[in-house]
């Protein structure tokens, strides 16, 4: 593996970060990656970036509104890893996407693994390990014998108009617990 081709930031800085500054971050971010994918593909536009996405879903490159979406909770709490992983995993797409036949690529098929590691010098991924509990659209708690469940608005919905879930684990009937009470972040 040859070492990330963008420089790494600096975490102490990162830490330090007001939330404007640090969505300025993360434009620059997108910017050299951009520069980089323009080394190998120089038509490549430059893709919009919003701070829209939310739930447990760290990015995604939306070809249709013709940019990159980022979850602005999961970016708060994961600035680092965000910046080095997640920027070049959603730029490896942009920038697979915009190929030739590129549309007909596998979303983390062999083109994209290629882009993570002989252009950005980084472990094809497909998965983010960031804790996801704040960022969660499942803030109804559910329970059986052997684990917690968390439901979504829409779910718990269904449970109120009668439906049952049971776990897939043990099979018992989940118990509602009530919605997750998160603390606040300063």
């Given at each position: 593996m040859?070492r990330?081709?963008?420089?790494?930031?600096?975490?102490e800085?990162l830490a330090?970060?007001?939330?404007?500054?640090?969505?300025?971050a993360?434009h620059?971010?997108?910017?050299?990656?951009?520069?980089?994918?323009r080394?190998?593909?120089?038509?490549?536009?430059?893709?919009?970036v919003?701070?829209?996405?939310?739930g447990?879903?760290?990015?995604?490159a939306h070809?249709?509104?013709?940019g990159l979406r980022?979850n602005p909770?999961?970016?708060?709490?994961?600035r680092l890893d965000f910046?080095?992983?997640?920027?070049?995993?959603?730029?490896?797409?942009?920038?697979?996407?915009h190929?030739v036949?590129?549309?007909?690529a596998r979303?983390h098929?062999?083109e994209?693994q290629?882009?993570?590691r002989?252009?950005f010098g980084?472990?094809?991924?497909t998965?983010?390990?960031?804790?996801?509990?704040?960022a969660?659209?499942?803030?109804?708690?559910?329970?059986c014998d052997c684990?917690?469940?968390a439901?979504?608005?829409?779910r718990?919905?269904?449970?109120?108009?009668?439906?049952r879930?049971?776990c897939?684990?043990c099979a018992?009937?989940?118990?509602y617990?009530?919605?997750a009470a998160?603390?606040?972040v300063t």
């Amino acid at each position: 593996m040859t070492r990330p081709a963008l420089p790494h930031p600096d975490p102490e800085r990162l830490a330090a970060l007001d939330d404007e500054a640090l969505r300025a971050a993360l434009h620059e971010r997108v910017a050299a990656a951009w520069r980089l994918c323009r080394e190998v593909h120089p038509g490549l536009p430059h893709p919009a970036v919003w701070f829209d996405l939310r739930g447990k879903c760290a990015g995604q490159a939306h070809f249709g509104r013709g940019g990159l979406r980022f979850n602005p909770v999961l970016y708060a709490e994961n600035r680092l890893d965000f910046l080095v992983e997640v920027v070049p995993h959603e730029m490896a797409h942009w920038l697979v996407h915009h190929l030739v036949d590129g549309h007909l690529a596998r979303p983390h098929g062999h083109e994209w693994q290629t882009v993570m590691r002989d252009l950005f010098g980084l472990a094809p991924r497909t998965t983010h390990r960031f804790d996801t509990a704040r960022a969660s659209p499942a803030p109804y708690r559910y329970a059986c014998d052997c684990r917690e469940h968390a439901f979504s608005a829409r779910r718990h919905s269904l449970v109120r108009q009668g439906q049952r879930y049971r776990c897939r684990h043990c099979a018992q009937t989940l118990v509602y617990l009530g919605v997750a009470a998160f603390e606040s972040v300063t």
